[in-house]
């Protein structure tokens, strides 16, 4: 009893009690058959007053039982355990003192038949109440020792004749259910205990599975809050490192730009990831699938990898689908998705390449990006998918990577209801797969990269509170032959207009340290200048102003800006005039 709680013993305390006060209601039915048995070859009037005896007992015990139930609901259970173990434990030795009554009454003078039956009634009960009255041992010793125990000593006169080997069957009997009894009792304590134990576990999960939602939500509210501060000195980097790359003449210094340029990018691909993962883990994430050509997006990884591909050494290989291939898919996910298998093919394969291809596979289309790489042991596959984890061995090969990019797919295909996998040997190489749903073609989707760039004539004004920031623009945006306008409130932006500047394009932050919006102002200077394109600039990535402004159709361009979809974006919008009604409404690319 001391191994469970006190609500345990409670528990064991009412599974005592509706034993023991099954074995008290059954015993009148008993005493009755015995009664009138006894009565066809003897005086029954003491067998008549242990029938009546135990119609009384078995009324109290039923009102008893009543109470006992209304205590349970209104007491705790040290009080319940205070107030009716001893009750219990009363009506057990009466009980038992009830049944060795026939015992004594028929010593003497019974039939040898009517004491053999009233001998193996007896054993019947003693065994009945020695499995289920156990729960709280105390109770069912007490019922022992007045009762099977008690009868013992009168067996002599009970069988004058045949005592002598009744009596030795009997002790043993009396050995083995008294055995029997702890073993129950034991059993029944456990059982409480594992129900306890199980509770216990229930709550700690529910607990750590709290605990980890609310650290997870924490994490996501952080990093939506953060992002913007995270992504500001990365995204000043890379347009300044563009700038100067395109600016610089010096041979010398075109392997170490190189090196910066891949090494941004490794930054700026961990905080997309990091920042995505947490996006569909928060469940911000609106998916719209759609029929898409798969040819676009295998052109788009051509141009995006190629180059990095032949710096490191590595052969790039597509095998197109047919011109007709298309999934059922969203076109965010699904870029992001193949996008971050090249890229983790391409940066844990030392030497040989990598190939994209695609078959069909009984309606569906299976995309697979084989690489000449690593390989994945077998003991790595089922955790590659996880957040963070990298298996041991492509920490020798290359140190860039965080462990997200798997992750970031997994849950993108899972958001689609599209399914993943991988096939692969240690040491040989991998082939990662999509398998997305077959569609009719649909609309090709537009690719910023794969439009060629040109040559860049207007002017740009470009709102943003960070000084770093403005001057990392102006340095890229005039290295393409632009003028630019730099303004960090609303009052400096409007000056530029007030001052007859022909506005072209508007590039406008997000948060503003005056506390403007960042989409009010944008809104308000397009309104000044009809003929102009604007777009937001943000690294925050769920602000009710960005959605809003997405709903509305303007363009919502992510910190840290890509140089090369700037670049196509902006030779798109300036190279042609535009009439006023189309500068106000501006379609994403």
């Not at 070859?41 to 009546?52: L, P």
Request: with cysteine; hydrophobic share 45%; aromatic share 8%.
């Amino acid at each position: 009893m001391q191994t469970v709680s006190m609500a345990g013993q409670a528990r064991l305390l009412e599974m005592t009690y509706q034993r023991l006060h099954t074995s008290i209601m059954v015993l009148p039915l008993v005493a009755l058959a015995l009664t009138l048995f006894y009565q066809l070859q003897h005086d029954a009037r003491w067998m008549w007053g242990w029938f009546g005896f135990y119609v009384v007992f078995a009324a109290t015990s039923h009102r008893l039982r009543r109470v006992f139930r209304q205590d349970q609901g209104r007491r705790d259970a040290a009080d319940l355990m205070r107030r009716w173990r001893p009750r219990l434990e009363l009506c057990a030795l009466i009980h038992g003192a009830g049944t060795t009554a026939p015992v004594v009454i028929a010593a003497g003078h019974a039939s040898y038949d009517f004491a053999l039956l009233l001998l193996v009634t007896n054993a019947a009960i003693l065994a009945g109440n020695a499995t289920h009255q156990t729960p709280v041992l105390s109770v069912f010793m007490r019922f022992f020792m007045t009762g099977w125990n008690a009868s013992l000593l009168v067996q002599p006169w009970l069988f004058p004749q045949h005592w002598y080997f009744i009596l030795p069957l009997s002790l043993l009997h009396t050995f083995t259910m008294y055995r029997h009894s702890h073993t129950a009792h034991r059993f029944f304590v456990h059982q409480v205990w594992l129900e306890e134990r199980g509770q216990q576990l229930s709550a700690q999960y529910r607990e750590a599975r709290d605990a980890a939602e609310a650290a997870l939500a924490e994490k996501n509210r952080f990093l939506s809050t953060a992002a913007h501060d995270l992504r500001q000195p990365v995204h000043a980097m890379g347009l300044l490192t563009e700038a100067i790359a395109l600016r610089n003449r010096d041979t010398a210094l075109a392997a170490p730009l190189s090196d910066l340029r891949l090494n941004l990018q490794s930054v700026q691909l961990m905080f997309n990831s990091l920042l995505d993962l947490s996006k569909i883990e928060s469940g911000q994430v609106a998916v719209r699938p759609e029929p898409l050509l798969l040819r676009p997006f295998f052109n788009e990884l051509e141009i995006q990898f190629l180059a990095e591909a032949r710096s490191r050494g590595l052969r790039l290989r597509l095998h197109m689908p047919p011109a007709g291939a298309a999934v059922q898919a969203d076109a965010a996910l699904l870029r992001q998705s193949l996008s971050n298998l090249v890229h983790n093919a391409l940066r844990y394969t030392p030497q040989g390449g990598v190939l994209i291809g695609a078959r069909r596979r009984q309606g569906h289309w299976r995309i697979e990006v084989w690489d000449t790489g690593l390989g994945v042991a077998l003991e790595d596959r089922a955790r590659i998918y996880q957040p963070f984890y990298r298996p041991q061995h492509a920490w020798h090969i290359n140190r860039e990577g965080h462990g997200l990019g798997l992750a970031v797919v997994a849950r993108c295909v899972d958001l689609m209801g599209a399914q993943h996998g991988l096939q692969s040997r240690l040491g040989t190489g991998s082939c990662f797969w999509l398998q997305l749903p077959a569609a009719a073609p649909g609309p090709c989707p537009a690719s910023p990269r794969s439009q060629p760039a040109r040559p860049l004539q207007g002017r740009c004004l470009i709102l943003d509170d960070d000084p770093h920031v403005l001057g990392a623009w102006s340095a890229l945006l005039s290295s393409w032959g632009l003028q630019v306008c730099l303004a960090s409130d609303a009052r400096q932006a409007f000056a530029h207009v007030d001052a007859g500047q022909a506005i072209d394009v508007v590039l406008c932050d997000q948060r503003l340290r005056s506390g403007e919006s960042g989409f009010d102002v944008l809104l308000a200077l397009l309104a000044r200048c009809p003929q102009a394109r604007g777009a937001m600039v943000s690294g925050e990535f769920d602000a009710p102003a960005l959605r809003r402004a997405e709903d509305e159709g303007y363009l919502v361009l992510k910190k840290p800006v890509d140089v090369a979809d700037l670049q196509a974006l902006l030779s798109r919008w300036l190279a042609a005039p535009v009439d006023a009604a189309a500068a106000v409404e501006v379609p994403q690319p």
